[in-house]
Each structure stands twice: as C-alpha cells, then as structure tokens.
C-alpha cells in the first residue's frame, strides 16, 4: 500500500476525536483507526493526542519478533518523533494493510485464475486480491517489504502537515521547518506535535512528501574502530517493560467478566470421529459445568482450566479413525519416492548435468519436528447477539475470521478480531482450527469461553515440519571441484497443502488429497543458492502421507541447507581441501557471502577445521521480499553425555540495512537457538496417529545450560534490508554435524543428530 499521494478528508469521529481519511486508490476503504478524545487519526497508520503521544498502528502479529517496535521505529524516524512518546496499537483486519509481497510469494497457494497474473508485488490482480481478502498475514520475514515504504510515507505526509500548520503560525515557509524529538523547528520557533495536531488536520500533504534523505537505518559501528560497541541511535523495544514486569497481554491473559475455561481433546491423526464417552466418569469433578461434543473432538467447560482438563482425563474419550499415521509407513513411503518416485518439479543451471556421471552421493533424511512453542494454543470468544468476539493470536486473522464465520454459519462482517500477541510461534499460529473450536464453544457456553490446549494436544493436534528424505550427487573434477551437482528431495507438498487448509477451509485429509503427487517448488527453497556450481539439477518428488505437514521457520532452507553443507563437507574433507577455502573457490560471483565466510573464520579462529579441531562450517543464502540475506556460521562441537554438545557458535551475518541492531541480534541468535533444536531435538515419532513424544521436555530442546555461547557479527550495508527471523536457522544443522566430524570423525546424516536411522 502506498499512501503518500492522496487528498484529505477531515470530519468529526466518533470518540471525539479526527479522522483524517487518506483516499486509497485505485480502492477505497475506511480509516481503520478509530481516534479517541484528543487523538487526530492522520491516516491508517498513525495518531496524534493532544498529550504528544503518537500511536502507530501495527498489522502483524507479534509473536517475539519485534514487530511492534520496528514499524513504529520506521515511522517515527521519518515523522521526527520522540521515541519515548510512541505507543503501539494493534490494527484491525483491514485491506488497507494487505501484505502485497507475500500475497505475491503465495500466489500459487490462492490460485489466481490466471498465476502468471498475480506473481509480482506490482500486478493489479495481486493487489486486488489481497485488498478484498484483507490478507495481512504474518509470514516469511515480510514485514519491512510490505509495511517500510507505507510507513515512511505516513511519517513523511504527517511531518509535513505539522510543518505547514507550525509555518502559518510563523509566517515562514513551511519545507524551511524541521522536525526533531517530537517538535517542529524554524530558527527560534518551535512547536510540540501535541500543540499543533488540531491545526495540522486542516492542511493537505504534498502529493510526493519528501522523505528523509537517508532510509531508516540504526547506525552501526565496526568491530575494531575505537568507539566499537556503541551506537548512534537507541531503539530500546516498546514491548520489553511490560514483558518484564508481567504486564503484558499474552493470550493466555485475556480475562472476560462470566468467562469459563476450556480443555479440549483430539483424535488421533488424521481422519478421525469422536466415538463415545462415559460422562458419569467426571461426575464428581468441582467446578466442571458442562462437556461439548464437537465431530472430532470433546471439550469439558468449567470455572478453571484445572478442573475442565483434569474432567477430559478421567473420561479419555475414544476416537474412530479413518487412517492413522504410522512412523514405520512414512519411513517406507520417503524411501521409495527418493530411489524411484518421479519427480513432479524440476529446477536446473547450466545443462542440469545432462551427461551426468555421478562420483559421489549420499543420503540424508529428516525427522517430522514439532513447532513447540512456548505458549501452547489458546484463545477466547464471546458470543452476543449474532456478534462473535474472538481474542486471538493469529498470523492469519481474516482467515480465522473467515473460519470462525462458517463454523457457526454467520457473515464473517459478524466476526470481530482482537489481535493479541503470542508467546512463540515458529508459524504454528498459521493454523486456525482454535478459531473454529472456540467459536463453536462460546455458542454452546452462551457465555465468554477461553479454549487452552494442553501441551500433549499441541504436540498431537498441531501439523508438524515435513519429514524428508533427501539424495545429494555430484560430478567431480579431478582436484575435486563440483561440476554438477544434482539432488532428489522427496517431501510432501507440504505448502500447497498448506494452502488448501488456509484459503479453502479444507480438512488436513481434504487437503491431503486434494495436492497428492503436486508440485511444490517451495519444498526445495535454497538448494540452489549460495554456490557457483556450473550444473545443478534439482528435484522435488512428491510424497503423499497421512500425516498432515506444515510450514516452520526457516522454511524448506532448514533442510536443504542441512542437506548441501554437509554434502559439501564430505566433498572438501575427501579430497583433503580444506573446507572454507574450498567454499570460497565456488563463490566467485558473491563477494559478499565470501566476506561473512571470512567474518565467521575471524571471529572463530579457524583452523581448517582439522581432525579433532571439533569446529564446523556451513553458509547459506536466502532471498526474499527483494532483499538478500546472506549468514556464515562455525560451530564448536564434541560428543557429550547422551549426544552432542554444542560449546560455541559465531556467526557473520549480512543483511543489509539494519533498521534496529538489537532487534536484528536478537532474532538472529533466537534464530541459530531454533536451528540447535532442530538439529538435537524437535522430533518426534507416530504410532497409531499419536506422536510418541507428549510432554515438552521429551523433545530434547536445548535448556539454558545446553546454550552455547554465541558470537554475531553484523556486516554493514547499505543494501535493502533482509528481516533477521529466518536466517540463522538453516546454517546451524550442518555446522554442528560437520563440527561433530571433526571431534569425533562420526559422520551425521540425519535429523535431529544422533537420531535413530531409518
């Protein structure tokens, strides 16, 4: 969206406040924001109080990213706010937010009539889709490629309104005026925002506001120079003293007069149907009030959330299935389609190795994992009058919207969303079957319902990251250099699964067969980045199972990243090259990805990573929202009680402009922390459509004592800045695995590590 070139509109609102509506062409929508006593709504993305405060408007989920601070941070750089006077609200669902760039990475999943139409952040079908879908979803790392230049403008159209409302009353030309810390400047004069809001509702923007000459960058200083470790500007996080003190609102926190809790069961995977329950076993529950029998699942309402799950325990409803996921079937299924299974998408460079020879391969596989987030499922609704209520962290509200509306056969105009932030979410909360139960259980209650799972509901009721099997081939040159190099990955169609689920409401099963023996290009994501080889030849084979899948972060990089550097590795240590150099020889094209190798090997010491040196290298690159990102990381690593254990992690990591330095180190180390739990842990079995881990700690995530220390380098640039939440995650697998070999000379070819082989 773009809302720099538009006319104003100003008339009373309701509240007592102004609304300023910017007119959005080529569509037309109302002000989301609603201004309250005192407030002026300048246009979707900001507000002005009488006080100073200006509040900005948020249409991501936060889910510990640091959403809620970055686009803030973005719009008050360019409107020259103070930083200590921006609150943050929520926006409402709202096709003036649409997420344009990952409307446009997604395209296959909506099916456009016409794909070929609808692949670009600029097409006017794209637009109009995701404007009348309100899709704002949170998703890919596309926060600063969709909201950066929306949010400048609206900086720059409220700043020069200010400025022309502080020149009238000066007498002076209104672009000779500056705005620093909340103020309006001309010589002596100045003017607070507070003072001039009113004012400022009366004057137009220029139709092209003038932008600050320099885009919204934290500065930052490089290791070595004399004031190293400080910065320029400070952007402390605008969530971090709620978060501290407890104050801040979760899902789990929301709290309604009359509410009840719920717990909830459900049936094994896949297709399966509640089939009885004896309810005089939970007779004698205090505080029970009432059990819901949904299709494929049995709910228990009571006074605490206690009472309501510890009811479901003593019943242990019985399910009917249709089909069961089996660990043993998958295992089986993945290894046919990797020796014999005609692939169903293709990606090649240079010839795709035609003539190829193969020298050398081998074979990996990964593990289903569990998303495992902190703060399991849970949501609440009210039901009143036709009206739904739904307090929810979602990362894709008008879905859940949408969901919700079909379920209990009202208008989706009848659904009202509150956004509410998540404690973790790794794209768990892409999924919106909570919107469907709760709604169904807010009619039943007639009366507000927050719906928990507990953790063994999340483990059994959530889709995990795909499981995969993987064979990676190469024609060698004589000195060992890669001539092609070739890779067959079968994997479910796990995004156009994905999709169906999302965007036609489909059942997991539907869904399952609906997409079986599709294309899915995402499936392979960052197989062929990085390297120069001169032939490559990628396939994906599609694998239909029974268990349904979902997107994690990192996406398909996590793997194939997995997959590649450690092929590589084998590579460079059969031919005694050493294994950075042996990179950089097939980087001649990036430059920069040679400098963050360089980077990690400084930070690290490196030392070839000789035999019993217990030190790892792995690089990746991902490109996405027209940015790239670029990381490099060496693990320290040895055998330790019970598996491997990780000592240290440095990592250089190139992404380009950096709007806020703690933000972007914070989501990084989150980042490589997330890759060390998919490397150790995150897995899980099934057995009869149950995953065979139930509780948290059975999946072997890294406590506090496991964190290794960790080193991040950020490289200055002044390229288009790459969001910081994926990246680290991809490298992370291959360093510890490659560093494994170093220190034990154990070769590791399978997620999590150290994992039992198929």
Same mark, same amino acid.
Request: proline letters at 7%; one cysteine or more.
């Given at each position: 969206?773009?809302?720099?070139?538009?006319?104003?509109?100003?008339?009373?609102?309701?509240?007592?406040?102004?609304?300023?509506?910017?007119?959005?062409?080529?569509?037309?929508?109302?002000?989301?924001?609603?201004?309250?006593?005192?407030?002026?709504?300048?246009?979707?993305?900001?507000?002005?109080?009488?006080?100073?405060?200006?509040?900005?408007?948020?249409?991501?989920?936060?889910?510990?990213?640091?959403?809620?601070?970055?686009?803030?941070?973005?719009?008050?750089?360019?409107?020259?706010?103070?930083?200590?006077?921006?609150?943050?609200?929520?926006?409402?669902?709202?096709?003036?937010?649409?997420?344009?760039? !990952? *409307?446009?990475?997604? $395209?296959?999943?909506?099916? %456009?009539?016409? #794909? /070929? @139409?609808?692949? =670009?952040?600029?097409?006017?079908?794209?637009?109009?889709?995701?404007?009348?879908?309100?899709?704002?979803?949170?998703?890919?790392?596309?926060?600063?490629?969709?909201?950066?230049?929306?949010?400048?403008?609206?900086?720059?159209?409220?700043?020069?309104?200010?400025?022309?409302?502080?020149?009238?009353?000066?007498?002076?030309?209104?672009?000779?005026?500056?705005?620093?810390?909340?103020?309006?400047?001309?010589?002596?004069?100045?003017?607070?925002?507070?003072? !001039? *809001?009113?004012?400022? $509702?009366?004057?137009?923007? %220029?139709?092209? #506001? /003038? @932008?600050?000459? =320099?885009?919204?960058?934290?500065?930052?200083?490089?290791?070595?120079?004399?004031?190293?470790?400080?910065?320029?500007?400070?952007?402390?996080?605008?969530?971090?003293?709620?978060?501290?003190?407890?104050?801040?609102?979760?899902?789990?926190?929301?709290?309604?007069?009359?509410?009840?809790?719920?717990?909830?069961?459900?049936?094994?995977?896949?297709?399966?149907?509640?089939?009885?329950?004896?309810?005089?076993?939970?007779?004698?529950?205090?505080?029970?009030?009432?059990?819901?029998?949904?299709?494929?699942?049995?709910?228990?309402?009571?006074?605490?959330?206690?009472?309501?799950?510890?009811?479901?325990?003593?019943?242990?409803?019985?399910?009917?299935?249709?089909?069961?996921?089996?660990?043993?079937?998958?295992?089986?299924?993945?290894?046919?389609?990797?020796?014999?299974?005609?692939?169903?998408?293709?990606?090649?460079?240079?010839?795709?190795?035609?003539?190829?020879?193969?020298?050398?391969?081998?074979?990996?596989?990964?593990?289903?994992?569990?998303?495992?987030?902190?703060?399991?499922?849970?949501?609440?609704?009210?039901?009143?009058?036709?009206?739904?209520?739904?307090?929810?962290?979602?990362?894709?509200?008008?879905?859940?919207?949408?969901?919700?509306?079909?379920?209990?056969?009202?208008?989706?105009?009848?659904?009202?969303?509150?956004?509410?932030?998540?404690?973790?979410?790794?794209?768990?909360?892409?999924?919106?079957?909570?919107?469907?139960?709760?709604?169904?259980?807010?009619?039943?209650?007639?009366?507000?319902?927050?719906?928990?799972?507990?953790?063994?509901?999340?483990?059994?009721?959530?889709?995990?990251?795909?499981?995969?099997?993987?064979?990676?081939?190469?024609?060698?040159?004589?000195?060992?250099?890669?001539?092609?190099?070739?890779?067959?990955?079968?994997?479910?169609?796990?995004?156009?699964?994905?999709?169906?689920?999302?965007?036609?409401?489909?059942?997991?099963?539907?869904?399952?067969?609906?997409?079986?023996?599709?294309?899915?290009?995402?499936?392979?994501?960052?197989?062929?980045?990085?390297?120069?080889?001169?032939?490559?030849?990628?396939?994906?084979?599609?694998?239909?199972?029974?268990?349904?899948?979902?997107?994690?972060?990192?996406?398909?990089?996590?793997?194939?990243?997995?997959?590649?550097?450690?092929?590589?590795?084998?590579?460079?240590?059969?031919?005694?090259?050493?294994?950075?150099?042996?990179?950089?020889?097939?980087?001649?094209?990036?430059?920069?990805?040679?400098?963050?190798?360089?980077?990690?090997?400084?930070?690290?010491?490196?030392?070839?990573?000789?035999?019993?040196?217990?030190?790892?290298?792995?690089?990746?690159?991902?490109?996405?929202?027209?940015?790239?990102?670029?990381?490099?990381?060496?693990?320290?690593?040895?055998?330790?009680?019970?598996?491997?254990?990780?000592?240290?992690?440095?990592?250089?990591?190139?992404?380009?402009?950096?709007?806020?330095?703690?933000?972007?180190?914070?989501?990084?180390?989150?980042?490589?922390?997330?890759?060390?739990?998919?490397?150790?842990?995150?897995?899980?079995?099934?057995?009869?459509?149950?995953?065979?881990?139930?509780?948290?700690?059975?999946?072997?995530?890294?406590?506090?004592?496991?964190?290794?220390?960790?080193?991040?380098?950020?490289?200055?640039?002044?390229?288009?800045?790459?969001?910081?939440?994926?990246?680290?995650?991809?490298?992370?697998?291959?360093?510890?695995?490659?560093?494994?070999?170093?220190?034990?000379?154990?070769?590791?070819?399978?997620?999590?590590?150290?994992?039992?082989?198929?």
């Amino acid at each position: 969206m773009n809302i720099s070139r538009r006319g104003v509109l100003v008339g009373a609102a309701v509240g007592g406040g102004l609304l300023v509506a910017w007119s959005l062409l080529p569509r037309n929508f109302d002000n989301p924001l609603d201004p309250g006593p005192g407030e002026i709504a300048f246009d979707a993305w900001l507000k002005i109080a009488d006080d100073g405060v200006v509040t900005v408007a948020v249409p991501q989920l936060e889910m510990g990213q640091g959403v809620t601070t970055v686009l803030p941070q973005i719009v008050a750089m360019e409107l020259g706010a103070d930083w200590r006077q921006i609150a943050v609200e929520p926006a409402p669902v709202n096709g003036a937010y649409a997420n344009i760039p !990952l *409307a446009a990475r997604w $395209a296959p999943l909506w099916r %456009p009539l016409i #794909p /070929a @139409l609808a692949d =670009e952040p600029g097409d006017l079908l794209l637009e109009r889709w995701a404007q009348d879908n309100r899709f704002t979803v949170t998703a890919e790392g596309t926060q600063l490629a969709a909201y950066e230049a929306a949010c400048r403008d609206a900086g720059a159209s409220a700043r020069a309104v200010l400025a022309m409302a502080a020149a009238e009353r000066w007498g002076v030309d209104w672009e000779q005026c500056t705005a620093e810390n909340g103020f309006i400047y001309n010589d002596e004069n100045r003017a607070s925002f507070a003072e !001039l *809001a009113l004012d400022a $509702a009366r004057f137009d923007p %220029p139709d092209l #506001p /003038a @932008l600050r000459p =320099e885009a919204p960058a934290e500065n930052l200083l490089v290791i070595g120079e004399e004031e190293a470790g400080e910065r320029l500007l400070d952007w402390p996080r605008l969530d971090l003293p709620s978060k501290v003190d407890g104050s801040y609102i979760f899902a789990a926190d929301v709290r309604l007069p009359d509410m009840v809790h719920a717990a909830i069961r459900h049936g094994p995977m896949d297709e399966s149907t509640l089939l009885d329950f004896d309810a005089s076993l939970a007779s004698g529950q205090q505080g029970l009030i009432k059990l819901v029998r949904g299709k494929r699942w049995l709910a228990a309402l009571a006074d605490n959330w206690w009472a309501a799950e510890e009811a479901l325990r003593r019943i242990a409803p019985r399910f009917a299935v249709s089909r069961s996921v089996e660990s043993e079937e998958i295992v089986a299924a993945l290894d046919d389609a990797v020796r014999r299974g005609t692939p169903a998408f293709t990606e090649t460079r240079g010839t795709g190795g035609t003539d190829y020879t193969p020298d050398f391969a081998l074979r990996y596989d990964v593990a289903p994992a569990l998303h495992a987030p902190l703060e399991t499922t849970t949501a609440t609704a009210r039901l009143s009058d036709g009206v739904l209520e739904m307090w929810l962290p979602t990362q894709a509200p008008e879905a859940a919207r949408e969901a919700a509306a079909r379920a209990l056969g009202i208008s989706s105009g009848n659904v009202v969303l509150y956004p509410v932030a998540a404690g973790g979410s790794f794209d768990r909360r892409l999924d919106n079957q909570v919107a469907i139960e709760v709604a169904l259980l807010a009619r039943e209650a007639g009366r507000p319902v927050q719906l928990t799972w507990s953790r063994w509901q999340e483990h059994l009721a959530s889709y995990p990251r795909p499981p995969i099997a993987a064979l990676m081939g190469a024609e060698l040159m004589q000195e060992g250099s890669i001539k092609c190099l070739r890779a067959r990955i079968a994997a479910p169609s796990t995004m156009p699964e994905f999709g169906r689920r999302l965007f036609a409401n489909s059942t997991s099963w539907a869904a399952i067969d609906a997409v079986a023996g599709d294309a899915d290009p995402m499936a392979v994501e960052g197989m062929m980045q990085s390297y120069g080889i001169p032939d490559m030849f990628v396939e994906h084979i599609p694998v239909t199972l029974d268990l349904p899948t979902a997107r994690m972060r990192g996406g398909a990089h996590s793997y194939t990243c997995f997959f590649r550097e450690s092929f590589v590795d084998e590579i460079a240590v059969r031919h005694e090259r050493e294994p950075l150099s042996y990179r950089i020889a097939m980087l001649g094209q990036d430059a920069p990805m040679v400098d963050v190798l360089q980077r990690a090997a400084r930070l690290a010491e490196w030392d070839g990573g000789i035999s019993g040196s217990g030190q790892g290298l792995a690089c990746h690159r991902m490109d996405a929202g027209g940015a790239t990102g670029r990381i490099a990381v060496i693990a320290q690593a040895s055998a330790g009680e019970g598996g491997v254990r990780v000592r240290r992690i440095f990592a250089a990591v190139n992404i380009g402009r950096i709007v806020n330095r703690d933000i972007a180190l914070q989501q990084i180390e989150g980042g490589l922390v997330f890759g060390l739990g998919l490397a150790l842990g995150s897995a899980t079995e099934y057995a009869e459509g149950l995953p065979t881990h139930q509780r948290l700690a059975a999946l072997g995530l890294p406590t506090l004592a496991d964190c290794p220390e960790i080193t991040v380098e950020l490289v200055q640039s002044a390229d288009e800045p790459f969001d910081p939440g994926e990246i680290g995650v991809p490298p992370v697998a291959p360093a510890v695995a490659n560093a494994f070999f170093s220190a034990t000379g154990l070769r590791l070819r399978r997620l999590p590590l150290l994992s039992a082989s198929p």
